[in-house]
């Protein structure tokens, strides 16, 4: 049967036959209708009222039942909807399923039910909310031995490139293809974890170590592949002829196309993402070719294909080819005007995206630090390309909570300009993922997207901080943005998070920016008071900032006790101490050694 009509129709039949008799194996009866159209195409096209039975089917009462099929039918829908394009179940069904799992006590299920929870949270831009439901994984596998291992280390690696963390996202993709060589684990894992190495080395502009990597991927036993291996195997196959693009030769990149199309196209659904990552690279190979204006803007259309298919993290992959491609050709320019003019198309369906995880972080949090931690986790990720710490807006908040203080307010108002400070650059979580590609055009559009959001979280109440998150780059004198306010205007607490914020970007480490001194920081804000700063409140930063100096010690570590227990930091440091338990137990080699 491959009539698409056909299998919705036996998807809700199965679903039907639930709700009538909600047993067991009528469970596995609908598992396996699910997973027979998994890896066929037209499981990419099946109706959305299709996928609205599945869920409404499994959040039924009747069907709360404790079984292993039906918490397997969870997992399928949440990977399903991912791969396919759909909307992502609810965090809160996504929580049961898991809670189903630790319930029935079996390993496999909880692990999965971690790398999907994992999942959920990483399609809402919330990384490292979702590392650390890969940690915890991590840690069951590594104490296991389960063969899941290494997908785990690979999904924190996707984790780790999507927030630009380049470095870390190479280092554990590292520790997953070593922990797979040792569990011998199947063909598929390592070509997923060699081609997300390659994109990263590719990112990072190590250009030879990416195609080393993508070569891997493409020469691993060629008898042993499924459907399943056709995306990285296009994905591979793509990097490799872009990385030929760079090194100027034509031929070679035609001759890898020719050699390797016709088998890979064999396990590619038409219309799929891997079938863009195919056509991509024949419109590549023309580039090299010298072809360049028809197959750039072929290669524009694919990209804009990709777009349409909302999976952010692969429409990266295409961005970046265009960048390049664009580049090579001396394009920049125009490569820079469509890609931009993509972005500002898509800002309505990340809204979108993001809004829905305000939704679901309104619906399940029991407290107001849940909240705020989660929009937190948004502000760090989306400065995580220039502050690998991720500890920028902690020590903004802290500094800012300090400057209110010393303005005359109170420890409740004192706390508002804290969670100000650190959300004040929330909106740049809408383009995290294409930051390191080219830069938006309208650097200060995350001012009103960041306070946008925090008007629609449960934070709406803090005023402070929608006002600092809008107005926190408007300028004394008047000449700021977005709004040209000046003077008293300008809300006190953008005022007090523009001088915190100035003084932490001058004084640490930054991506492509050496730090100055305290004292030189403080001069500049001294000679910009009047101009760019609030004339008092500069004074009065001056005088927070000496008497921290004062206290003795790093002046950063009087202002980083949260960063230190963020959900980020956690999760690094659980990370590093499996690893450390993994290279101790002799199982591999340290990375990098």
Same mark, same amino acid.
């Given at each position: 049967?491959?009539?698409?009509?056909?299998?919705?129709?036996?998807?809700?039949?199965?679903?039907?036959?639930?709700?009538?008799?909600?047993?067991?194996?009528?469970?596995?009866?609908?598992?396996?209708?699910?997973?027979?159209?998994?890896?066929?195409?037209?499981?990419?096209?099946?109706?959305?009222?299709?996928?609205?039975?599945?869920?409404?089917?499994?959040?039924?009462?009747?069907?709360?039942?404790?079984?292993?099929?039906?918490?397997?039918?969870?997992?399928?829908?949440?990977?399903?909807?991912?791969?396919?394009?759909?909307?992502?179940?609810?965090?809160?069904?996504?929580?049961?399923?898991?809670?189903?799992?630790?319930?029935?006590?079996?390993?496999?299920?909880?692990?999965?039910?971690?790398?999907?929870?994992?999942?959920?949270?990483?399609?809402?831009?919330?990384?490292?909310?979702?590392?650390?439901?890969?940690?915890?994984?991590?840690?069951?596998?590594?104490?296991?031995?389960?063969?899941?291992?290494?997908?785990?280390?690979?999904?924190?690696?996707?984790?780790?490139?999507?927030?630009?963390?380049?470095?870390?996202?190479?280092?554990?993709?590292?520790?997953?293809?070593?922990?797979?060589?040792?569990?011998?684990?199947?063909?598929?894992?390592?070509?997923?974890?060699?081609?997300?190495?390659?994109?990263?080395?590719?990112?990072?502009?190590?250009?030879?170590?990416?195609?080393?990597?993508?070569?891997?991927?493409?020469?691993?036993?060629?008898?042993?592949?499924?459907?399943?291996?056709?995306?990285?195997?296009?994905?591979?196959?793509?990097?490799?002829?872009?990385?030929?693009?760079?090194?100027?030769?034509?031929?070679?990149?035609?001759?890898?196309?020719?050699?390797?199309?016709?088998?890979?196209?064999?396990?590619?659904?038409?219309?799929? &993402? $891997?079938?863009?990552?195919?056509? +991509? @690279? /024949?419109?590549?190979? %023309?580039? !090299?070719?010298?072809?360049? =204006?028809?197959?750039?803007?072929?290669?524009?259309?694919?990209?804009?294909?990709?777009?349409?298919?909302?999976?952010?993290?692969?429409?990266?992959?295409?961005?970046?080819?265009?960048?390049?491609?664009?580049?090579?050709?001396?394009?920049?320019?125009?490569?820079?005007?469509?890609?931009?003019?993509?972005?500002?198309?898509?800002?309505?369906?990340?809204?979108?995206?993001?809004?829905?995880?305000?939704?679901?972080?309104?619906?399940?949090?029991?407290?107001?630090?849940?909240?705020?931690?989660?929009?937190?986790?948004?502000?760090?990720?989306?400065?995580?390309?220039?502050?690998?710490?991720?500890?920028?807006?902690?020590?903004?908040?802290? &500094? $800012?909570?300090?400057?209110?203080? +010393? @303005? /005359?307010?109170?420890? %409740?108002? !004192?706390?508002?300009?804290? =969670?100000?400070?650190?959300?004040?650059?929330?909106?740049?979580?809408?383009?995290?993922?294409?930051?390191?590609?080219?830069?938006?055009?309208?650097?200060?559009?995350?001012?009103?997207?960041?306070?946008?959001?925090?008007?629609?979280?449960?934070?709406?109440?803090?005023?402070?901080?929608?006002?600092?998150?809008?107005?926190?780059?408007?300028?004394?004198?008047?000449?700021?943005?977005?709004?040209?306010?000046?003077?008293?205007?300008?809300?006190?607490?953008?005022?007090?998070?523009?001088?915190?914020?100035?003084?932490?970007?001058?004084?640490?480490?930054?991506?492509?920016?050496?730090?100055?001194?305290?004292?030189?920081?403080?001069?500049?804000?001294?000679?910009?008071?009047?101009?760019?700063?609030?004339?008092?409140?500069?004074?009065?930063?001056?005088?927070? =900032?000496?008497?921290?100096?004062?206290?003795?010690?790093?002046?950063?570590?009087?202002?980083?006790?949260?960063?230190?227990?963020?959900?980020?930091?956690?999760?690094?440091?659980?990370?590093?101490?499996?690893?450390?338990?993994?290279?101790?137990?002799?199982?591999?080699?340290?990375?990098?050694?």
């Amino acid at each position: 049967m491959n009539n698409q009509d056909d299998f919705n129709a036996l998807i809700v039949a199965a679903c039907d036959k639930i709700l009538a008799a909600p047993r067991e194996e009528s469970f596995d009866g609908l598992l396996n209708t699910l997973l027979s159209t998994s890896n066929s195409p037209t499981a990419w096209s099946l109706a959305q009222s299709t996928w609205r039975a599945v869920e409404a089917m499994l959040s039924t009462p009747s069907t709360l039942v404790i079984c292993s099929s039906r918490t397997r039918a969870h997992y399928w829908l949440m990977m399903s909807s991912h791969f396919y394009g759909m909307t992502l179940p609810t965090l809160l069904l996504v929580r049961n399923a898991l809670a189903e799992a630790r319930q029935i006590g079996t390993s496999r299920l909880v692990i999965n039910g971690l790398k999907f929870l994992a999942l959920h949270h990483q399609y809402r831009f919330d990384d490292a909310g979702a590392l650390n439901y890969l940690c915890e994984g991590i840690e069951l596998a590594h104490a296991s031995d389960d063969s899941v291992h290494a997908q785990l280390w690979n999904n924190c690696g996707t984790c780790f490139m999507d927030i630009g963390a380049l470095a870390e996202s190479q280092r554990y993709l590292r520790v997953g293809l070593q922990v797979a060589a040792q569990q011998d684990s199947v063909a598929a894992d390592l070509r997923l974890l060699h081609c997300n190495l390659a994109w990263s080395l590719a990112q990072d502009g190590n250009w030879v170590g990416a195609r080393q990597a993508a070569e891997k991927v493409l020469a691993l036993d060629p008898n042993d592949q499924s459907l399943a291996d056709g995306p990285p195997l296009a994905s591979a196959l793509s990097l490799l002829v872009l990385s030929n693009v760079g090194f100027k030769n034509a031929v070679e990149a035609r001759q890898i196309l020719t050699r390797c199309v016709p088998t890979i196209s064999k396990l590619v659904p038409s219309k799929s &993402l $891997a079938d863009f990552h195919l056509r +991509a @690279a /024949g419109a590549l190979v %023309e580039i !090299a070719e010298g072809e360049s =204006v028809g197959a750039l803007r072929r290669l524009e259309r694919i990209t804009e294909d990709a777009r349409r298919t909302n999976n952010q993290s692969v429409f990266t992959e295409f961005v970046f080819m265009l960048a390049t491609a664009a580049a090579h050709l001396g394009r920049r320019a125009d490569s820079n005007r469509y890609v931009r003019g993509v972005l500002l198309d898509m800002q309505r369906n990340r809204q979108n995206i993001l809004r829905a995880g305000i939704h679901d972080v309104e619906a399940t949090a029991e407290t107001t630090s849940e909240v705020e931690s989660f929009l937190t986790r948004w502000a760090v990720a989306g400065e995580l390309s220039r502050d690998p710490t991720g500890r920028h807006c902690y020590r903004v908040g802290a &500094l $800012a909570a300090m400057l209110a203080t +010393a @303005a /005359g307010h109170d420890t %409740e108002v !004192a706390a508002r300009f804290e =969670v100000a400070g650190r959300l004040h650059d929330l909106g740049k979580i809408a383009n995290a993922r294409i930051r390191n590609i080219v830069a938006p055009e309208d650097k200060f559009a995350h001012t009103t997207a960041g306070a946008d959001l925090i008007a629609l979280s449960p934070l709406r109440s803090n005023l402070h901080a929608i006002e600092a998150a809008r107005s926190h780059h408007e300028r004394w004198a008047g000449d700021g943005e977005p709004d040209g306010l000046a003077g008293h205007a300008i809300p006190e607490a953008a005022r007090i998070v523009a001088l915190c914020d100035a003084f932490d970007v001058m004084t640490q480490p930054r991506v492509g920016r050496q730090p100055i001194s305290v004292d030189q920081a403080l001069a500049e804000i001294s000679a910009c008071a009047g101009t760019q700063f609030d004339p008092v409140l500069a004074r009065k930063l001056i005088n927070v =900032v000496t008497h921290l100096q004062s206290l003795g010690g790093d002046l950063a570590s009087h202002l980083e006790q949260d960063a230190n227990n963020s959900t980020l930091q956690q999760a690094r440091e659980r990370l590093a101490r499996v690893e450390g338990q993994i290279y101790a137990a002799g199982k591999m080699e340290a990375v990098g050694a």
